[in-house]
Every structure is written in C-alpha cells, then in structure tokens.
C-alpha cells in the first residue's frame, strides 16, 4: 500500500514541474517543523549567550573600580577559585569576547536557516493555517489570484499548524 501511494507522489511532482521530490505532505510538513525546531533551538542558544555576556559585562564593571590585589571568587568548571581581582578580569574579558564571537555565529546560523525555510516553503508552497483566510480577508483580489496562481503552479501545497 505505502508503495503505491509513493508511486502516486513521485507522478504528481513530476507533473507539477519536477518541484517536488516525491515526498509526502507529511513528511513535507515534518521536515518543515524540524526545521523550524531547529531555528528556535538556535535562537534559545543565543538568548541565553546574550544573558551570559550581559552578566560578565557586569562584573567586569563592578571590578574594574576595585583594588586589583583584593580576593575574589570564580567559578571555574563548577569549583569555586580564590583568586584576586588581577587574576580575574582578564579571563572574564576573555570569556565575554568568545562568548560574543559564539553570538556571531549563532545569528549567522540562524540567517541561513531562515533562508532555507523560506526556500522550502516556497519550493513545496507550505502555508499555515488560518494564513491564506487574512490574507483573503485583507487583500481578496490580488491574494485570491496568487494562491490560485501558486496552487497550480505546485500542487495543492502543505498546510501546517
């Protein structure tokens, strides 16, 4: 049964101009929602960098105004050091500049996957629910004749919640 409807797939995305691969809406709207997860995990990541070097930026201004020779503590892989404030303000300024190249590059990811979302669902026309009644409602004759243009051009498309 599974190869039949898989043959059925592969007919109609040849029809419809080679522009999908076979694949099923489901798995369609799976690998769009791993996708999505995927940008989201991301985005967590680098909130909580940002949270990280927002606290080191506070600590390394509370200490640059103090005595340099006096003791301090730092957590250094879960074990607390008794170190001075020479010792560690420039391991602190270290951490947030690797901290903030670890931003960089997770924003930078972040950009590439949203590219790659937006070309996939425009290559398997993904919509999400509810999205083509607003714009219907909101624009009814150039939004109508898009969707039908759209409609045809890929398939019936992916809808996904």
Do not use: W, Y
């Given at each position: 049964m599974a190869a039949s409807s898989s043959s059925t797939g592969n007919k109609s995305g040849s029809s419809a101009g080679g522009k999908q691969s076979g694949l099923t809406a489901d798995q369609v709207a799976?690998?769009?929602?791993?996708?999505?997860?995927?940008?989201?995990?991301?985005?967590?990541?680098?909130?909580?960098?940002?949270?990280?070097?927002?606290?080191?930026?506070?600590?390394?201004?509370?200490?640059?105004?103090?005595?340099?020779?006096?003791?301090?503590?730092?957590?250094?892989?879960?074990?607390?050091?008794?170190?001075?404030?020479?010792?560690v303000l420039p391991a602190l300024v270290n951490n947030k500049e690797q901290i903030t190249k670890g931003i960089e590059s997770i924003n930078t990811k972040m950009q590439e996957k949203g590219q790659e979302l937006r070309e996939y669902r425009e290559r398997y026309n993904i919509r999400f629910i509810g999205?083509?009644?607003?714009?219907?409602?909101?624009?009814?004759?150039?939004?109508?004749?898009?969707?039908?243009?759209?409609?045809?051009?890929?398939?019936a498309g992916v809808l996904v919640s």
């Open positions: 799976a690998t769009f929602q791993r996708m999505r997860q995927e940008q989201r995990s991301l985005a967590s990541t680098a909130a909580n960098l940002e949270m990280e070097m927002n606290e080191h930026s506070l600590v390394i201004d509370t200490l640059k105004d103090v005595d340099p020779s006096r003791k301090c503590f730092h957590l250094v892989g879960g074990v607390l050091v008794e170190m001075t404030v020479k010792e999205e083509g009644e607003a714009e219907t409602q909101g624009q009814p004759a150039s939004s109508s004749s898009n969707n039908a243009g759209g409609g045809s051009k890929s398939g």
